[in-house]
Each structure stands twice: as C-alpha cells, then as structure tokens.
C-alpha cells in the first residue's frame, strides 16, 4: 500500500489481472499447479544482441524454495543452455562491455554474503571478486570493462558495544519492527578481475533502504564519473527527500546533478552525457511517474504529453530515444518516446511487458513478458519495429489446461472518469446460467488491473466463479487525472469506482446478484473493508488480506509513514487534518459490516502492520460477524514461499465457496 513514487516496491503486493481464451475441455488450473510455475527475472542481452542471458526459478516444494539458475538463449535459434548449477540467491545479470563476461551477484557459502561473480563465455568456471563483509546490494560495469562499482552497506562501528547490549536505537522515521540501527550503503570500486576495493562514498545519508530502495549506478560514458539516487538516510520513510548525485571515480568528490525531490533510477545515455531519471510528474507525489531528462544542465519531460504512469524506461542507442513501459486501459505497453515530439505506442500483439528492459549496441530487446492464456517467458524484439518473440517455453503446461475467456470492462464511472475492469468468466461456464462472482481488487493503491496472468484469479475461475477485478481512481492506467483522484478520497470515490462497475457487469445478466463475494490484498484489502462495511446488504462474503483499516495506525507505525501524508495534506496529529484521516479509516464501519469475513496477514508486516487487522478481527468478532483470521510467520508484506503462497490462495477460494456455493 503506497504512493506514486513507491510503485518500485508495490509490484508484489498488487494482484493483478488474469485472461484467457476458452479451451477445449481439460483440467482447470488448480492449487498443485502454482508449483509448476517457472519464474522469469533479470534478462540481459549482450551487446551484440545475439544471446540473452536470464534467471530462471524453479519450485523446490519439499524444501520450499525457489531455485534459481541462469540461463542462456541464443537470439537466432532460441536454443538455451544452463550456466548456472546450485547457487543461491542470484541477481542483478550484467554484461560486460565487450561481452566477453557475464556478471552477476549470488549467495557465496564461505563469506555467508551476496557477492559479485564474473563468468568469463568462452568457458570456465564463475570468480567471486568482492569479499564484502555486509554483501553487495548493486553493481555496474565502466565502460571500458576494467572496473566493477558495487554498492555495499557499512559495518557496524561499534560491534562490541552491541554485544554488550549497549544498542539502544533513537526513533526517526523507522517502522516498528525495526530492531537495531541500520548503517548505510555506500559505493565501492573494484577490478573487474578482483582484488583490494577503493571506497567512493561515505556519510549518513545512503544509496538504499532498509526496505531495499535501491538505486542503479550509472557511469557517465568516459568513465569519470558515476550517477545515482542519494536518499536522505536509510530509512524508507524519507525516500520522498531522494536526489540525483554523482562521484567522480578518481577523487570520490560528490557532487549533485539534479536537486529536485523524489527522483530516482538515473541512467545515462549511450555515448552521451545526457541522463535520463524518473520522477512524480510535476514532483506531486499524488501524480504518475514520469521520465526526466537533464541535458546541459537543463531539465525537461520528454513524456509531459504521455498522459500515462511510466513503469520502467531504458535508452535506446543513439541516446536520442527511450523506450517505456506501462498500463493503457486493461493492457501493459511500450511506447517509444523521442526526446522532442510524441510518443508512440509499439505493436507488441498480444505480448504484455513486464519487469525490466534490456537493450543491445544494435537496437535488439529483451524483455519478460506474457499473453491472456500464458504465465512469463522470455521474449526478443529485432528492434522498435518488429513484433515480439517468444524465446523460451518453460510454462508451456499452461497451454493444456482449460482455462476462463476474459473481456475488458468499460463503463463511466463518478465524476464523469472513463473507468474500466477485467471480467474472467467461470471455466464451466455456460450461456443462459447465472453465477457467483467475486471481486478481486488491486492493491497499491497505484497499480492496475490488466489482462495478465493471475493463478489466483484462474483458481477462483476454476472453482465456478465470475472474477471481477474493478479498476478505481488512483489505478495508474487511465491517466494522471484519474490517479491524482484518490487525493483526500480515498475510500468513498474508489468505492464509488467499484460499485458502478459492479453495476454495469450486473447488467450482463449473468451474475446472480445474491451471491457476490469480495477481496483483496493490501489497498485491495483496504478497498474490502471499506465496501465491507460502507454497502453492508451487497456481500455474501469477503476476504481481506494485509488490509489497511487504521489510517492513523499505518501512518504511525508503517515503514513509508511520511508517505502517507500525501493522499491527505498533513499528519493525522495535527488538528488541521485530523478528521479526514479518521473518516477515511474502515474500521469506523466495522460495526455495519454482515458478510462473513476471513482475514489473512504476515505477522512481521511493516507495509500494513498486523495490528491493523487485529483490531478489525476484534472488532467484526465483537458485533457477532462470522469470522476468521490466519496469521503466517513471515516478515513480509506477502507469503514470499510457495508452501504459505498456496495456503492463501486455498482459504481465499475456499471461504468464497463456502459462502457463495
């Protein structure tokens, strides 16, 4: 649950949209299935786009781990083969600059931390060149490959003290798991074959979080320098204080580039001294993302007419060209922005980016990305003008199995907005029947609803039940006007949003209105308390996960506390801005709430604490609400493992059959 400018973390917490097209009749999609599932992330292409290395993460059920490897596809035949085997915890691909070397970072079993491999292609075996005491967060080749800059958080200075439980803590903008000082991260420089590291940085303020803001290091072409997001401190609850600095590599001389609030992700342009930066359009935390461009000392917004939050960008060569990626209605795009004139959207078919972009000298893209009907494969683009192909198949089990048609939804909403929605039909479904539905709402708040795959949403489908999933004001796909709205309304309009879309799917003549469940997790749970308690007689059950129902409470004690300032104007605790805070909080309508209502959460949650969902499980206990409230062992905002992923998704539907069946 946050704001514009923390979008970098909320991709977990949103559970997004699922589609597909009917199949012949086979099995559905069900629970045993989430372990098939192979996970794609960090593709690299290598500067001569002809191979693309990426990580693959397999399910490891008994021991219930994700494992990872790497792999390597070669662009022209799509033949892949493994360079990886029983390494831990790997990040962060990276070529070198020739392409001879592929870098990355992995667990190293005798420094028990992250450290920095280097694979050379042409054979042998992987070296670790760092030996960093507290591990490597981040790393970036130079241009001309002889240097490795990584990012590393500092020591403890007084260890001994801390033993001696002399570790007192002074509270500033901490959430309240915290349990010790964190030190902050600074830059190094090493050999790109290993040897002693040259410090860069150093100082209170940090180049990432305790809740893992990390910033790319991006080298200006000639090697003197490198860029980066400077926050205030390590704490995530300032990353609102963030600028755009740099170090020159020789004398380690900080220097800021670009002193305006909130922006981050700075990379430079191929062969240019042109950076590119994203930030909060107009720097209003309420608005999408947009991307910045400093040239000459002068700062301009090559998207300013692109009336869409921007999720990711890269440079394409000639450093005159970005290439972007975000929602547009019920779909994830790529436009192609110019740095002078309008952007154009790219004719991806039915391929929907996600994740990170990565780019060759020639031009080529790769990217991860997936259909209606198909999880994440890897994908490669000749260049801006050629269409999307598939490069690998590793979750081709998905093709035999029967899955939900899907129709984007669109109707006007409160306030005259041009809302929309994703509506997945039933896998048995038939014509002239009614059924139940349930409403998974998208968290964030600023996130979307888009026809992407969603095992959860296919195991509802599988289960006889209309899915719908209600884009509302904030959602980041239908421009910035619609985004801004959530300010100072942030429960009553998204209500509004969702039950007028509610209404037209209505319409359809297919639901059977007396049996309607909603859910969702973090603002999606906050979005089911709310309509839980504001429409009390229209649910015949409910689901709320990690769900936000104390404004003041999330302010307080969550880890971006600042952040939540900015939907309402000031702090709770000043008398100023003291009743919207508490108006907006679900948990005043508790009381009203009828619909059995089952609760989940993490128990060292610091995005939506616990407590939150303790006091609305008293609270619907308290006046006689069948409920009932699970809790996993975890310090997360959602279960990261596979065992606890699928007990949530198997109480979620199964409380939805129980009630709606």
């Given at each position: ?7 970098l973390?909320?991709?977990i917490?949103?559970?997004?949209a699922?589609s597909t ?13 989430l ?18 290395a ?6 490891d ?33 990276r070529?070198?600059?020739d ?13 028990k ?28 080749w ?25 570790d007192?803590f ?26 002693t590291?040259?410090r860069?940085?150093e100082?209170t ?9 990390m ?28 600028t ?9 001389k ?6 305006d609030?909130?922006s981050?992700?700075?990379?430079y ?9 994203m ?43 970005l290439l ?6 019920t ?5 192609l922005?110019?740095?002078n004139g ?23 893209i790769?990217?991860?990305g ?9 994908y ?17 089990f ?14 006007t ?18 014509s002239?029947?009614?059924?139940p539905?349930?409403l ?16 959860l949403?296919?195991?509802?489908c ?7 999933q209600?884009?509302y ?29 509610l ?10 209105k ?9 603002y999606?749970g ?19 996960g990690?769900?936000l129902?104390d ?12 952040g939540d300032?900015y ?7 000043v008398?100023k801005y ?16 009828k619909?059995?209502t ?6 060292g949650d ?46 979620w539907?199964d409380?939805?059959v129980?009630y709606l069946?």
């Open positions: 649950m946050k704001p514009t400018s923390r979008l973390l909320a991709a917490y949103s559970l997004a699922v097209i009917a199949q012949p009749v086979h099995e559905p999609f069900q629970l045993k299935d372990r098939k599932i192979v996970d794609f992330s960090s593709p690299a292409i290598s500067p001569n786009g002809k191979e693309v990426f990580i693959v993460s397999r399910v059920w008994k021991k219930d781990k994700r494992v990872p490897q790497i792999e390597l596809a070669d662009v022209a035949t799509g033949s892949i083969r493994s360079l990886s085997y029983d390494r831990d915890d790997i990040s962060n691909l070529w070198s600059p392409g001879k070397s592929l870098g990355f970072i992995a667990w190293d079993s005798r420094s931390k992250a450290q920095i491999f280097v694979m050379p292609m042409d054979g042998g075996d992987p070296v670790r060149i760092t030996d960093s005491r507290t591990g490597v967060s981040e790393f970036s130079s241009p001309d490959g002889h240097e490795i800059a990584f990012v590393a958080q500092d020591t403890v200075p007084n260890p001994e003290a801390v033993r001696h439980h002399e007192a002074k509270v500033t903008e901490n959430d309240y798991t915290v349990r010790a000082a964190v030190e902050p991260w600074h830059i190094w420089v090493v050999p790109a074959e290993g040897g590291p040259k860069l940085t100082g303020w940090s180049l990432n979080t305790n809740k893992g803001m910033t790319p290091l991006s080298w200006i072409p000639d090697g003197s320098a490198i860029a980066f997001a400077r926050f205030p401190d390590v704490w995530y609850g300032d990353v609102w204080g963030s755009i600095a740099r170090v020159n590599v020789a004398g380690g900080v220097g800021t580039i670009v002193p609030t909130a981050v992700e700075p990379v342009a191929p062969g240019s001294g042109i950076l590119a930066f930030r909060p359009r107009d720097g209003d935390l309420n608005n999408g993302n947009a991307v910045y461009v400093e040239e000459n000392g002068k700062i301009f917004n090559p998207t300013r007419d692109l009336d869409r939050n921007i999720d990711q960008f890269a440079w394409l060569p000639g450093g005159r060209r972007l990626t975000g929602q547009k209605g779909r994830s795009v790529m436009w922005q110019p740095l309008p952007a154009k959207e790219l004719n991806l078919g039915e391929v929907m980016p996600g994740g990170i972009l990565s780019i060759s000298d020639n031009g080529a790769a990217f991860v997936n259909t209606p009907n198909h999880p994440g494969e890897l490669v683009m000749n260049s801006v003008e050629s269409i999307p192909r598939r490069l690998t198949d590793f979750n081709s998905v093709d035999s199995l029967s899955l939900g048609k899907v129709e984007s939804v669109n109707w909403g409160p306030g005259g907005f041009k809302e929309d929605g994703v509506l997945n039909y039933p896998v048995s479904y038939e002239g029947k009614k059924y539905m349930v998974v709402i998208h968290g964030g708040p600023e996130g979307a609803s888009t026809v992407n795959f969603s095992s949403v296919q195991l509802l599988a289960r006889g039940f209309f899915v719908f209600p884009n004001r904030g959602s980041t796909n239908l421009g910035n006007a619609y985004q801004h709205a959530l300010y100072r309304d942030t429960g009553k309009g998204p209500g509004e949003d969702v039950m007028a879309g209404a037209k799917v209505e319409a359809t003549g297919m639901i059977n007396k049996l309607i469940g909603i859910s969702g997790w973090s999606g906050y979005m089911t308390s709310w309509l839980n308690g504001y429409y009390p007689d229209k649910w015949k059950a409910a689901v709320e990690a769900a129902n404004w003041v409470m999330d302010y307080t004690i969550s880890f971006y506390q600042a300032t939907f309402f104007g000031g702090s709770p605790w008398k003291w009743n919207i805070w508490r108006d907006q909080s679900p948990i005043i309508f508790a009381p009203r709430v619909a059995p089952l609760i989940l959460g993490d128990a610091s995005n939506v604490p616990i407590v939150n969902s303790y006091e609305m499980f008293h609270a619907l206990q308290d006046n006689g609400v069948q409920t009932e409230f699970y809790v996993y062992p975890a310090n997360s905002h959602f279960p990261g493992d596979i065992v606890h992923t699928t007990d949530v998704y198997r109480r539907a409380w939805m129980r069946k």
